[in-house]
């Protein structure tokens, strides 16, 4: 039974490359397998033609070779066709070789859509990145070398029904005796693998942290803190045991394989000498003309010559085949959850009040939920603040009002209405998160992909610029907002922590959503521009429900409302006032932070 469900996995991802050949250059699929086709019949037909040449230099005798009648035309077919068949072959190598770029390209792009549409909490599971990890792996050349593999394989079933069909003329019975001769490399492929295929999933995690040091230790924004704790000497020495053991478990497993396949390459030559032997005892009995047992010679060993390659190639295109399984299950629409196209968003509609009704989250794998009961109501135009100690689930419940999770009970509603379109949900908000993604490309594009579904409109970049007030250190780089912001390109320039900060603010004012969350917006900014931008906080966010997050309280005393988290509660809500009068937490909070400055002010 599970034998039979290997061969259905095996026969369903052969169908799943060719499909892919077929998707990526349906033409220059048929070129290559109509190649193959030709050059088999070329083979049954030179076979044929060998035979009639032998027989009839042996009927005319060696010394009267020229004078037979049949041999010059055969040896003539036979050089011309072989001239011929050449030309071919090559051509069909060279779309064989157009066609695997080609697949690599569609593949690559497949497992980058099907990563981009995975929703966010699958980010957090090790065995979705094991599976993204095995897929991009999956998706590097193997679809590629899997159609090579079965263009191979089907030019050897092409050459066993060729030449099998030859000796049906000649000789039936060597058929069956040169295809015992490969079952032995045969079956050495079949338990090989299945190692390798278990192998390669049992190193997934270690790979992926191998990729990971890789990454920390060639990285340019991991270069100056390794260099400053003198780590490289440690993540190297870490990186090189996983390795170590990579090689260890490959290498014993191939030493294994090695001596299967050369007692199974034994027991296949011994049987092609057996089939040799036959013809040779068959030949000296007269059972069988000598020209049929020459040709029968020469179809002997191209037939085993090509099983051999053959069976022995089954090992390689069976792993193939068995790792495309890997790539064909992560971009499965179940796995990946593919989002159907929308239609954009007006950010001017109406945005009514945001509620949240005992939201409750926690993240796949934690021992307890991050966000617990929580309720809290936005309303249109105000201005809402989350405070707590760090760990107190702020940037969780942000993510919730953002619809980056669903919330594992309770329910956000908009306007009295439950949010079930999660994805339309991000569409009408903007969030800064506390570690921005610093794009390293454009300054334009990384104003611009606020929206990225529009053309850049380049007014409103500069408009959005000088809110965040970005824009004159921007126009101050060597190509203006068509800067590369990474020193790693040509032409490039970086920023320091607070210009990053302000391009990260322009992108959400380019975003002109009705929702903002700010998550600790200005921690790179100086304390000048960080009460610039709160005493402006209103006017720049103008008619927009704005969620804001800061540990500096003094930041958070114009808010509208105060919501006040711990352990992933809401344990107070008010005004800044209301909370101080109530002396609880809030008022502990902000009297610690206040007693740090001098001129604190407790109004
Ligand atoms: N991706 C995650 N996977 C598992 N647990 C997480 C994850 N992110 C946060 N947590 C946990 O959830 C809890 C709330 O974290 P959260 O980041 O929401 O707190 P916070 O109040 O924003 O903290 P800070 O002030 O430090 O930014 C913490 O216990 C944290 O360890």
């Not at 250059?25 to 049954?44: K, P, W």
């Not at 010679?297 to 068995?322: D, P, Y």
């Not at 104003?447 to 579904?453: E, K, Q, T, V």
């Amino acid at each position: 039974m599970a034998a039979e469900r290997r061969v259905g996995t095996l026969v369903s991802s052969a169908a799943f490359a060719v499909r892919l050949a077929w998707l990526a250059d349906r033409r220059a699929l048929v070129h290559v397998v109509l190649v193959q086709v030709l050059l088999a019949g070329a083979m049954a037909g030179g076979l044929v033609l060998v035979q009639g040449a032998l027989g009839s230099v042996l009927a005319h005798g060696p010394g009267a070779a020229g004078r037979s009648p049949g041999l010059v035309p055969a040896v003539v077919v036979l050089l011309v066709a072989g001239g011929a068949f050449g030309a071919l072959r090559l051509s069909g190598a060279a779309r064989m070789a157009v066609l695997t770029v080609k697949v690599d390209r569609l593949v690559a792009g497949m497992v980058l859509e099907a990563a981009v549409a995975a929703e966010l909490p699958r980010f957090e599971e090790p065995d979705f990145h094991d599976r993204l990890q095995r897929a991009v792996f999956a998706s590097r050349r193997q679809p590629a070398m899997a159609v090579v593999l079965l263009v191979t394989a089907f030019q050897a079933v092409l050459t066993v029904l060729a030449v099998g069909g030859a000796f049906v003329v000649m000789a039936w019975w060597l058929l069956p005796l040169v295809l015992v001769s490969a079952v032995p490399t045969v079956r050495a492929a079949g338990r090989e693998r299945s190692a390798h295929h278990e192998l390669h999933h049992g190193l997934s995690e270690s790979r992926r942290l191998r990729e990971y040091l890789e990454r920390l230790l060639t990285g340019r924004g991991e270069a100056r803190e390794i260099r400053a704790l003198d780590l490289g000497e440690v993540l190297t020495g870490r990186w090189q045991a996983e390795y170590a053991r990579e090689v260890r478990d490959t290498e014993a497993l191939l030493t294994a394989h090695a001596r299967r396949r050369m007692a199974a390459q034994a027991v296949g030559a011994v049987l092609t000498c057996l089939a040799v032997g036959c013809l040779w005892w068959a030949a000296g009995r007269r059972l069988l003309p000598l020209s049929v047992a020459g040709a029968a010679v020469a179809g002997v060993w191209l037939l085993s010559a090509r099983l051999n390659t053959f069976a022995g190639m089954l090992s390689g295109i069976g792993e193939n085949l068995l790792r495309l399984t890997d790539l064909r299950s992560f971009t499965a629409p179940a796995v990946a959850r593919v989002v159907t196209p929308r239609q954009p968003q007006d950010p001017a509609a109406e945005f009514g009040t945001l509620s949240a009704e005992r939201l409750c989250f926690g993240y796949p794998g934690a021992d307890g939920p991050a966000v617990r009961e929580v309720s809290l109501e936005l309303r249109p135009g105000q201005v809402v603040a989350l405070v707590g100690v760090n760990g107190s689930g702020k940037s969780t419940l942000a993510n919730l009002l953002a619809g980056l999770y669903p919330p594992d009970s309770g329910r956000l509603l908009l306007g009295g209405t439950a949010v079930t379109d999660l994805a339309a949900h991000r569409e009408r908000t903007a969030v800064v998160f506390q570690d921005f993604t610093r794009y390293r490309l454009a300054a334009l594009d990384n104003i611009a992909f606020g929206r990225p579904h529009a053309a850049a409109d380049l007014d409103r970049v500069h408009e959005a610029a000088r809110q965040a007030g970005a824009l004159d250190f921007l126009r101050g780089l060597p190509g203006g907002l068509l800067t590369p912001l990474g020193k790693e390109f040509t032409g490039g320039a970086d920023l320091s922590g607070g210009q990053w900060q302000r391009l990260a603010l322009a992108r959400a004012f380019y975003r002109d959503a009705p929702l903002v969350i700010l998550d600790e917006p200005t921690a790179a900014l100086d304390a000048q521009a960080e009460d610039q931008l709160f005493s402006q906080l209103r006017q720049l966010f103008a008619g927009r429900t704005v969620v804001l997050i800061s540990h500096r309280l003094r930041s958070v005393r114009q808010a509208d409302r105060i919501y006040v988290l711990a352990g992933g509660r809401v344990v107070e809500e008010g005004s800044h006032g209301e909370l101080l009068r109530a002396g609880a937490h809030y008022a502990t909070l902000f009297r610690a932070q206040a007693d740090a400055y001098q001129d604190a002010d407790f109004s």
